[in-house]
Nanobody, 115 residues
Framework: QVQLAASGGGLVQPGGSLRLSCRLS????????MGWYRQAPGKQRELVAR???????NYADSVKGRFTISRENAKNTVYLQMNDLKPEAPTVYCC?????????WGQGPQLTVSS
């Protein structure tokens, strides 16, 4: 059974940095494209960043230049380094493992960016 365990959320001041981590267990990590999504209150879930098994990345326009997604295959873990954070309401970040047609979601940490 594939499980995704995410961590790293919290309360951060605007302009601050934070790193999220998500570890996959129960399958072979390297076969999956990994992504981070977020959902703010009253809004639809949106893709933040994605990294393929080959290491190709793509980002939402709103985070380009500030966020970096990476993966450490030896640790079955994907990271999201977030810099220059903008003020936002409490937002849940979820990690996603994709090997179409199968995919898996992890219950992500919550991030609040506020002074």
């Amino acid at each position: 059974q594939v499980q995704l365990a995410a961590s790293g959320g919290g309360l951060v001041q605007p302009g601050g940095s934070l790193r999220l981590s998500c570890r996959l267990s129960g399958s072979i990590f390297t076969i999956y494209a990994m992504g981070w999504y977020r959902q703010a209150p009253g809004k639809q879930r949106e893709l933040v960043a994605r990294i393929t098994s080959a290491g190709t990345t793509n980002y939402a326009d709103s985070v380009k230049g500030r966020f970096t997604i990476s993966r450490e295959n030896a640790k079955n873990t994907v990271y999201l380094q977030m810099n220059d954070l903008k003020p936002e309401a409490p937002t849940v970040y979820c990690c996603h493992a994709d090997r179409s047609p199968a995919d898996h979601w992890g219950q992500g940490p919550q991030l609040t960016v506020s002074s």
